[in-house]
């Protein structure tokens, strides 16, 4: 009886662990890989905030894009006033040249997808 009750409350005590674990990795970012072999749990980093920068701004047709994550997949998509695509393009690095100078000067809007992290953030620039 004592076996069966000491197994049950470690039952227990494991499920409460897990639970707090996920609520834990859920609110901080932080994610969890198990050892197999030995179930010890090791916290990894936590993922790095996704961000956007256009460098110069404005410019003149030709300038960086910037961002956060190293080999993480991005697509970049540029907009003109009217709605229309005037650029697309996937890179995997922090940053990206983009050259559009042979476009009117004015305002554009750019969106950029990180579909690693499944995020999109906008930004406007000005091309002088």
Avoid: C
């Amino acid at each position: 009886m004592k076996t069966f009750l000491l197994k049950t409350s470690f039952a227990s005590l494991l499920a409460v662990f897990a639970l707090s674990i996920a609520v834990f990795s859920e609110t901080t970012n932080f994610r969890f890989a198990f050892n197999n072999s030995e179930s010890e749990g090791i916290a990894a980093a936590p993922l790095e905030e996704f961000t956007v920068n256009v460098y110069p701004n404005p410019n003149n047709g030709k300038f960086d894009i910037l961002t956060t994550g190293q080999g993480e997949i991005k697509e970049v998509i540029i907009y003109n006033i009217i709605g229309e695509k005037v650029f697309h393009q996937l890179f995997d690095d922090v940053s990206l040249k983009a050259d559009i100078s042979n476009l009117d000067k004015g305002l554009y809007m750019m969106q950029v997808f990180n579909k690693t992290q499944n995020k999109i953030l906008t930004k406007r620039f000005y091309i002088e």
